[in-house]
């Protein structure tokens, strides 16, 4: 047989042998049921259909997965983030790198649900999980209403709207009588909040965070600003003079740090009054439930004359709150 | 140029994050040079006196010293592509900043550090390195210089990039990564006096090499026939531009695209004598960078832009017109 006739007839056995294998592998679409479960509309505005309830969630968002805790779903999660730094009761579960996405970790965990949060993760991943065959929902937490809306949902989807809905009435009702306490008048401080000591990255208008800060009874100078996440520069931080600064600036003396990086900054009141605020960063900096903590522990240290404890006038009166 | 460096700090002076009445911030620069108390209100001279004043000197200072070691390394090599960081000057300066502020430098050390030193010592290391693989028989080979340089500074890019990206502190990430676009926010006037000190000593003996910048650029034997010690010069260069560029982005981070497009600027505007390119790189390598520098505390009002980009965007489009325009010659 000459070459270029082996060659003729290899070829197709050759090809007919690659496309078997490949459909061999390829694995076995699921059926989708009849009925959807469920039919929600997530934070991007899509529409994703549930055919079943799920079992086994993984969470690519440390704010998903607060809201997982909120709504009551805890037990049916799989996995959560690397960044999920305070989830200490979730120690045993696995953690999964989110930025970048660690797909082969998720898809080995074989979820029946991946849970983003519009805020951090990359949109453009949903197409990669309906090409799996794998729904994702990216829950809303761009406003503290569109936190208790996906909380709402999430109890919905997990079977457990009767805790989601529970949570959320509390989660309002406390909002409400923080708002309440910080609507005295005379109490709003000017503020700024800043991420870090080092960098003066900070929030501008339209931001969740000036939201908190906000209820907390400040008065936050960055509102002006149109973007979301602007970069202050040091003289206006300066000509502005904040009566407060808070930030996320973990356990280090706040005030050594930020006179380290920006020594003109003596002489702002917050620095001369020793008005500086540290709020832990997984309350503040992830949009979710957490955040109505971050906002009273901002209204407590500012003022704390708001929340004082009244001693009972007689052995009868049990002690109250202003 | 000499007679546009005064008007060019003043609008330096003039213009900030914050609007301050023109006469009132030249009234106070003044008491201040006079030894008068200011007149104004405190924080308004504190943002002139102690954030613009030493902003504006620190930009016309990183400005210059990295426009003349620009030329330096042009000539050293003779390569028209040449700036301050080819031979991995800034990949170590930013490998350094990023290990420290990563709190990956050993205790015993750190303790001793800060940020500014730590990239600066990084600068060194990496030049120290070039400078030993570059060395044979007692001569440098200016192939292996470039060479050396460009795969440390690939090296050390990664090695910033690993440790930035294995952070698990999301604000020290920001912080690195804002220094590595550059920017004179937070310069006080205990930054100047080593940075100024270094820039014009390095521009001093610039200057004197200027006729032997000159031979050499017509190669190394025609030098050494000029009776240029040939040798000699381009330790001398590789010292003085390690020391100049270590320094002030050890302070302003890493600014690109000013040691690269002013020495040709300038080349376009006087010649390629480096008699006349040396303080003509100084000069509107030191006005660009103020300028530059105004637009990026203009552009986003009360906010800070890296001012590398604002150098990029700017100076970019303006040296492709004067290549465009002009006679250029490089050598």
């Known amino acids: 047989m000459s070459q270029s006739a082996m060659r003729r007839r290899t070829l197709p056995a050759l090809s007919i042998l690659v496309c078997s294998l490949l459909c061999g592998c390829a694995s076995e679409p699921r059926k989708p049921a009849e009925t959807p479960f469920m039919t929600l509309t997530d934070g991007l505005e899509r529409t994703v259909n549930l055919q079943n309830p799920p079992q086994r969630v993984v969470s690519i968002a440390p704010g998903a997965t607060h809201i997982m805790r909120a709504a009551g779903g805890l037990s049916s999660l799989v996995a959560i983030t690397s960044a999920d730094y305070r989830e200490q009761d979730l120690a045993g579960l696995p953690r999964i790198s989110a930025l970048p996405l660690d797909l082969e970790a998720i898809v080995a965990l074989d979820p029946d649900l991946v849970l983003a949060s519009d805020q951090v993760n990359d949109p453009s991943h949903a197409d990669l999980f309906d090409a799996l065959d794998i729904p994702i929902v990216y829950l809303g937490s761009a406003s503290w209403e569109a936190v208790l809306a996906s909380i709402r949902m999430t109890g919905d989807m997990m079977g457990t709207s009767e805790q989601a809905t529970s949570m959320v009435d509390s989660l309002a009702k406390k909002r409400d009588e923080l708002m309440a306490k910080t609507a005295a008048p005379g109490v709003r401080p000017t503020a700024v909040f800043l991420i870090s000591p080092i960098q003066s990255y900070s929030f501008g208008a339209g931001s969740y965070v000036l939201d908190l800060m906000r209820w907390a009874g400040l008065d936050p100078i960055t509102s002006s600003f149109d973007t979301p996440a602007p970069v202050l520069d040091d003289e206006w931080v300066l000509m502005h003079n904040p009566d407060v600064i808070i930030g996320s600036f973990g356990e280090d003396d706040a005030k050594d740090a930020l006179l380290n990086h920006h020594p003109t900054w003596q002489s702002l009141d917050a620095i001369r009054n020793d008005r500086i605020f540290s709020i832990p960063a997984a309350d503040i900096l992830t949009p979710g439930p957490r955040n109505l903590q971050a906002a009273s522990q901002m209204a407590r240290s500012i003022h704390p004359h708001l929340f004082e404890v009244v001693a009972p006038r007689t052995g009868n009166e049990s002690l109250t709150t202003k | ?331």
């Open chain 2, 1 to 331: 140029m000499i007679l546009g460096v005064v008007p060019v700090l003043g609008i330096g002076m003039a213009f900030g994050a914050v609007s301050l009445p023109l006469g009132f911030t030249m009234r106070t620069v003044l008491e201040a040079l006079t030894g008068a108390a200011p007149s104004g209100g405190d924080r308004m001279a504190d943002i002139i006196l102690q954030i613009r004043l030493p902003r504006t000197l620190a930009a016309f200072v990183v400005g210059s010293g990295l426009s003349m070691t620009g030329v330096a390394m042009q000539a050293l090599v003779r390569n028209p592509l040449a700036d301050p960081y080819v031979l991995g000057i800034s990949g170590g300066a930013s490998a350094g900043a990023s290990l420290f502020y990563m709190g990956l430098i050993p205790g015993f050390l750190a303790g001793r550090l800060d940020m500014s030193l730590a990239a600066f010592l990084g600068a060194l290391l990496v030049i120290s390195l070039v400078y030993m693989i570059a060395r044979s028989d007692g001569r440098l080979s200016v192939s292996r210089l470039l060479l050396a340089g460009v795969a440390l500074a690939a090296f050390m890019s990664a090695v910033s990039a690993f440790v930035t990206f294995a952070s698990e502190d999301a604000n020290k990430t920001r912080a690195v990564l804002f220094w590595l676009m550059g920017s004179f926010s937070g310069i006080t006037w205990s930054d100047l006096p080593v940075a100024s000190t270094v820039t014009l000593l390095g521009g001093g003996i610039l200057l004197g090499f200027s006729r032997s910048l000159d031979a050499l650029l017509s190669g190394e034997d025609q030098a050494r026939s000029l009776g240029v010690s040939v040798e000699q010069m381009k330790k001398t260069l590789i010292v003085v531009s390690a020391l100049v560029t270590g320094v002030l982005v050890s302070i302003a981070g890493a600014i690109g695209f000013v040691g690269l497009i002013i020495p040709h600027s300038v080349r376009g505007l006087v010649g390629i004598r480096h008699h006349w390119v040396v303080p003509g790189s100084f000069f509107l390598g030191g006005t660009f960078m103020v300028l530059a520098d105004t637009l990026s505390q203009i552009l986003l009002p009360g906010q800070q832009l890296p001012v590398g980009i604002v150098t990029a965007l700017c100076g970019v489009p303006f040296f492709l017109v004067l290549l465009r325009r002009t006679d250029y010659q490089f050598k």
